[in-house]
């Protein structure tokens, strides 16, 4: 059995110095929403951050997600057009924050450097750890990509935002998407002006994050372990 230095040596284990950095990424990620206009991704960049998102662990191995690159300058403003028709809904459903949302950005979708759409692909038929809750775990698998996607932005130092206002049926139109897919979301990613020192919401005062000792419970739902 290898000692722990050896582990390290080999590269099976990570250092203290790798370790910090990882919760430190984690920390620092932000739903981003402003980007510097004008910027650009280098292409090797984009594929890391890709393949980043192609490492997620999926559910029976099935790998649902497909990445839809928004290239054409038109079809940018079209799904930007379907952000702000749903951002409108969105607001008179809120009825007394209406005012108070419309205040908020939402989107960076004009601004950023790139514009992916992750997408729900068909169902393959897998079986294998999904029987019970076939969409539930294929839709988790997705969002495994997303988050993959979205730390290794953060470590690259670039900023990424997930919207999600929009109707999926007229985007999966927009988009081609067939029978039986689902975009999920519409990914904003770019060099960003700066990092927002906490959420954003948190610091438009729009909503208090909770801390985790209120989302814990032991052996069931709503027991807090004794202090």
């Given at each position: ?5 050896e582990?390290l040596?080999s590269g ?6 790798e ?5 430190r ?8 929403r ?49 952000v ?5 809904l969105t607001?008179?459903?809120?009825g007394g ?8 950005k ?32 294929a839709l ?31 985007l ?7 029978s ?25 005062q ?22």
């Amino acid at each position: 059995m290898k000692t722990a230095e050896e582990k390290l040596a080999s590269g099976e284990y990570f250092s203290a110095s790798e370790r910090a950095a990882f919760f430190r990424v984690i920390a620092a990620r932000r739903d981003m929403r402003h980007f510097l206009p004008g910027a650009t991704i280098e292409e090797a960049v984009l594929q890391r951050l890709l393949q980043a998102a192609h490492s997620a662990p999926s559910v029976g191995m099935m790998q649902p997600w497909r990445f839809i690159r928004a290239r054409d300058a038109a079809l940018r403003a079209a799904i930007a057009a379907l952000v702000d028709e749903e951002r409108m809904l969105t607001a008179q459903a809120l009825g007394g924050r209406e005012a108070e949302f419309m205040r908020l950005k939402v989107e960076g979708i004009h601004e950023c450097a790139e514009l992916l759409v992750a997408v729900l692909a068909p169902d393959d038929g897998t079986v294998f750890g999904r029987r019970t809750m076939p969409e539930e775990m294929a839709l988790c698998s997705v969002a495994c990509a997303i988050q993959n996607l979205w730390l290794a932005a953060r470590a690259e130092n670039l900023g990424m935002g997930w919207v999600s206002l929009f109707d999926p049926m007229a985007l999966a139109a927009l988009l081609d998407i067939p029978s039986g897919g689902k975009p999920i979301a519409v990914l904003c990613l770019g060099p960003v002006p700066e990092f927002y020192a906490a959420p954003m919401l948190q610091l438009e005062q729009w909503r208090t994050p909770q801390p985790l000792h209120e989302m814990l419970f032991e052996n069931s739902w709503g027991c807090h372990a004794a202090a």
